[in-house]
């Protein structure tokens, strides 16, 4: 689609039909879909040459100024510049206009692990039913996603063995969906420290 039209493409009819195009998990599609549903929606009426590194420049700072919420403006910015690579591809642009350096990187703040006395507490507060999974939540090096996929065939108690197998991550309408692990390194066998056999 070469010419001086080129580039009169919606970016939002585009970038709908980019995340539609790819073998996305579920996860992902929800992710962009929500990217470009609250933190793109500065392009979204705008053709793909309308966007220029300058307006890029201006929505990235507004977004960080505006919502301080570093780690979801990196990820929408790593969408946005996946988006108009393709286009350069396309060639429906000529450059990508995101060239901003270390705007997609995320700093995620430490996390604070609970000591052995929360562990315990959070484990008594959810009843038998669940306490295990807040144990192996804790103790066990499982995804949350993991945890959802186990079953009890994956679980040998003679060895304190688990069999990681599958995940079922959750959704963003809250509905959980069965799937692979994150990685092929995801399929593993977990040994339990000794104390959770009880």
């Keep these: ?3 001086p039209d080129a580039g009169a493409v919606g970016f939002r009819v585009y970038a ?4 539609e195009e790819r073998e996305l998990a579920p996860l992902t599609q929800d992710l962009y879909r929500y ?7 500065a392009f979204a009426d705008l053709d793909l040459d309308e966007i220029t590194a300058p307006r890029v420049r ?8 505006s919502t301080g919420a ?12 996946a988006v108009m690579e393709t286009a350069v591809d396309d060639e429906l642009v000529t450059r990508n206009p995101c ?3 270390g705007a997609g990187k995320e700093k995620a703040a430490e996390r604070r692990i609970a000591t052995v006395g929360q562990v315990d507490a ?5 009843g038998m039913r669940w306490r295990l999974m807040v144990y192996l939540g804790a103790y066990g090096p499982l995804r949350p996603e993991e945890l959802a996929g186990l ?3 994956d679980i040998d108690l003679d060895t304190l063995r688990i069999r990681v197998r599958a995940a079922e991550p959750e959704r963003m309408n809250g509905r959980r969906v069965q799937g692979d692990t994150k990685s092929e390194a995801g399929v593993r066998t977990v040994v339990l420290p000794a104390f959770l056999r009880r």
């Design 35 to 41: 990217l470009l549903d609250k933190h793109l929606t």
């Design 99 to 101: 060239r901003i350096k």
């Design 122 to 126: 959070l484990a008594e507060a959810m």
């Design 16 to 19: 709908d039909k980019w995340v």
């Design 151 to 153: 079953r009890r065939k």
């Design 1 to 3: 689609m070469e010419g």
């Design 70 to 81: 570093k780690t979801m403006t990196a990820k929408a910015y790593r969408l946005l510049k």
């Design 58 to 65: 201006e929505w990235r700072a507004e977004r960080l100024r």
